[in-house]
């Protein structure tokens, strides 16, 4: 079954049963003081939850662009290393606005993922929240018992609130959850461990795919909880796992929704994903993984700058361009020419791409470009340092140098340095980061860090980039 065919049967499936498809939100986020980008499925239906206003259907399925690179959920130190977290995913969900309960969702997520995606019965672990003496909440028993009618006792395990216990962020909607594990080994693994249940904390291959969030709570400011007023389901199924799984590969790199931008870059970089040193093919992933969570974050409106969401967009990308820059041997901008590859692969699913293309590669060009200039510079200047060095540890003001004067972002410097058995002095950064601030307070800010927006409806006129002519909703803008 191909990717496309994967998600399709998810929403089918969810038709089927009375829900009512809705499009992706931005994966970028405007109007929520409490979170920069979409971090799951739930964020666009915040407001139903808390009872701030009315859903328009009761029973809702999507597949929603997410990104979890900072705040609560941050992933960007797994991905590329491990196989299965990305910065931008798709997060499948189905969603019940004061309708049905735990009953349904944990019987339609049975039904789907054993009748319909015919996954092994005996490959699928699930959890239960166990409860929370200090947050006076109770294990939940009812979950337990709904699932205790589809799956072997063994295979339903406890978990604690840090795993089973939903949170959106430090505030908002929340609630006990229920997770579906798959086990991927191979039944001779398998065989070894018999009768001992794992989850992906204890095995790589043994996968969380899916999680059932049972929302009954607000977490306010005080950290205290106060029931939601009514009852409602969020579940959240990664699709990158769910097709890795289903298309038994070891890897969510080794499917198709991954093969076109590694085959491609293979090409531009005549070198083999897979087949040599480990660094390299992290390099491949980073690569991968990275070009979707920039273009999508473009598309959706928010442009790379120097402050905010922005920022957080440069460094994935500058992170991005270290990698290809220090292991594939490239020395050129190479991240723009996989927009097109992208843009050709989702344009059904989230055509926003397409339309935008050549804005977002030439976004993406300039930006490669730019660092470009000072990569080389800057990677000299730490390895000079960490030669020299006495201890192996990057001081603030040296970090601080490396971002100010060579566009290093701090985690790419704590990163090189990482890798180097190096830690990095993160406080005395900020120090001298704060200094520079209080320096040149008298300088004002521009939102837009160093881009200009000239027209907010665009009509085919030039404006510095050749833009797409058939995008209707891009704001056109011009580097200063
Ligand atoms: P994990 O424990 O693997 O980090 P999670 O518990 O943080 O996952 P949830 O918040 O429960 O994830 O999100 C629901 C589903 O989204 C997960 O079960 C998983 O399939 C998927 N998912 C979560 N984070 C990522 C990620 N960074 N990349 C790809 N899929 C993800
Ligand atoms: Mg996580
Ligand atoms: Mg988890
Ligand atoms: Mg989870």
Same mark, same amino acid.
Request: glycine content about 6%.
């Given at each position: 079954?191909?990717? !496309?065919?994967?998600?399709?049967?998810?929403?089918?499936?969810?038709?089927?049963?009375?829900?009512?498809?809705?499009?992706?939100?931005?994966?970028?986020?405007?109007?929520?003081?409490?979170?920069?980008?979409?971090?799951?499925?739930?964020?666009?239906?915040?407001?139903?939850?808390?009872?701030?206003?009315?859903?328009?259907?009761?029973?809702?399925?999507?597949?929603?662009?997410?990104?979890?690179?900072?705040?609560?959920?941050?992933?960007?130190?797994?991905?590329?290393?491990?196989?299965?977290?990305?910065?931008?995913?798709?997060?499948?969900?189905?969603?019940?606005?004061?309708?049905?309960?735990?009953?349904?969702?944990?019987?339609?997520?049975?039904?789907?993922?054993?009748?319909?995606?015919?996954?092994?019965?005996?490959?699928?672990?699930?959890?239960?929240?166990?409860?929370?003496?200090?947050?006076?909440?109770?294990?939940?028993?009812?979950?337990?018992?709904?699932?205790?009618?589809?799956?072997?006792?063994?295979?339903?395990?406890?978990?604690?609130?840090?795993?089973?216990?939903?949170?959106?962020?430090?505030?908002?909607?929340?609630?006990?959850?229920?997770?579906?594990?798959?086990?991927?080994? !191979?039944?001779?693994?398998?065989?070894?461990?018999?009768?001992?249940?794992?989850?992906?904390?204890?095995?790589?291959?043994?996968?969380?795919?899916?999680?059932?969030?049972?929302?009954?709570?607000?977490?306010?400011?005080?950290?205290?909880?106060?029931?939601?007023?009514?009852?409602?389901?969020?579940?959240?199924?990664?699709?990158?796992?769910?097709?890795?799984?289903?298309?038994?590969?070891?890897?969510?790199?080794?499917?198709?929704?991954?093969?076109?931008?590694?085959?491609?870059?293979?090409?531009?970089?005549?070198?083999?994903?897979?087949?040599?040193?480990?660094?390299?093919?992290?390099?491949?992933?980073?690569?991968?993984?990275?070009?979707?969570?920039?273009?999508?974050?473009?598309?959706?409106?928010?442009?790379?700058?120097?402050?905010?969401?922005?920022?957080?967009?440069?460094?994935?990308?500058?992170?991005?361009?270290?990698?290809?820059?220090?292991?594939?041997?490239?020395?050129?901008?190479?991240?723009?020419?996989?927009?097109?590859?992208?843009?050709?692969?989702?344009?059904?699913?989230?055509?926003?791409?397409?339309?935008?293309?050549?804005?977002?590669?030439?976004?993406?060009?300039?930006?490669?470009?730019?660092?470009?200039?000072?990569?080389?510079?800057?990677?000299?200047?730490?390895?000079?340092?960490?030669?020299?060095?006495?201890?192996?540890?990057?001081?603030?003001?040296?970090?601080?140098?490396?971002?100010?004067?060579?566009?290093?972002?701090?985690?790419?410097?704590?990163?090189?340095?990482?890798?180097?058995?190096?830690?990095?002095?993160?406080?005395?950064?900020?120090?001298?980061?704060?200094?520079?601030?209080?320096?040149?307070?008298?300088?004002?800010?521009?939102?837009?860090?160093?881009?200009?927006?000239?027209?907010?409806? !665009?009509?085919?006129?030039?404006?510095?980039?050749?833009?797409?002519?058939?995008?209707?909703?891009?704001?056109?803008?011009?580097?200063?």
């Amino acid at each position: 079954m191909t990717a !496309p065919e994967i998600r399709q049967q998810f929403l089918d499936f969810f038709v089927s049963k009375g829900h009512h498809i809705v499009p992706s939100a931005p994966i970028v986020v405007k109007n929520d003081p409490t979170l920069l980008f979409t971090n799951a499925g739930m964020n666009q239906f915040k407001d139903y939850f808390l009872g701030n206003r009315a859903a328009a259907w009761k029973r809702v399925v999507d597949t929603q662009k997410c990104l979890r690179v900072s705040g609560k959920h941050n992933d960007l130190e797994e991905v590329g290393i491990d196989t299965y977290h990305h910065t931008m995913f798709e997060m499948l969900g189905n969603w019940s606005f004061g309708d049905y309960f735990k009953k349904e969702a944990i019987d339609w997520s049975w039904e789907l993922l054993t009748e319909v995606y015919k996954i092994p019965k005996d490959r699928l672990y699930v959890t239960v929240f166990e409860g929370d003496a200090k947050e006076n909440l109770e294990k939940d028993q009812e979950a337990y018992d709904f699932w205790k009618k589809h799956i072997s006792e063994d295979r339903i395990l406890m978990g604690n609130k840090k795993d089973n216990f939903w949170e959106m962020g430090d505030t908002g909607p929340c609630g006990p959850c229920s997770e579906i594990h798959v086990d991927c080994r !191979p039944d001779s693994e398998r065989a070894l461990v018999d009768g001992k249940t794992r989850v992906n904390a204890d095995d790589p291959q043994v996968i969380e795919i899916w999680n059932n969030v049972f929302m009954q709570f607000n977490r306010l400011k005080d950290k205290s909880l106060e029931p939601l007023p009514a009852k409602h389901v969020d579940t959240g199924m990664g699709f990158e796992r769910l097709v890795r799984v289903l298309q038994g590969k070891n890897s969510n790199y080794d499917t198709d929704i991954f093969s076109g931008t590694i085959e491609h870059t293979e090409k531009l970089t005549g070198l083999k994903y897979g087949r040599t040193d480990s660094k390299q093919d992290v390099a491949f992933r980073v690569l991968a993984d990275h070009i979707r969570a920039i273009c999508f974050a473009i598309a959706d409106g928010q442009l790379p700058s120097n402050n905010g969401a922005g920022y957080v967009i440069r460094r994935i990308l500058r992170r991005a361009v270290r990698y290809y820059y220090s292991f594939l041997n490239r020395k050129t901008p190479l991240l723009h020419e996989l927009v097109p590859v992208l843009a050709q692969q989702f344009a059904t699913v989230f055509p926003e791409l397409q339309l935008q293309v050549d804005f977002v590669t030439k976004v993406v060009f300039e930006e490669e470009n730019n660092f470009l200039r000072t990569l080389e510079s800057g990677i000299r200047r730490i390895e000079d340092f960490m030669g020299n060095a006495k201890q192996k540890a990057v001081d603030g003001r040296t970090a601080f140098e490396l971002y100010d004067t060579y566009g290093f972002p701090y985690d790419l410097t704590s990163l090189i340095a990482s890798e180097k058995g190096f830690s990095v002095d993160e406080k005395g950064f900020e120090v001298a980061m704060e200094e520079q601030k209080t320096r040149s307070r008298a300088a004002t800010e521009l939102d837009m860090g160093d881009w200009t927006v000239l027209d907010e409806n !665009p009509v085919s006129v030039f404006v510095g980039y050749e833009l797409s002519e058939t995008a209707t909703s891009v704001t056109k803008y011009r580097k200063i």
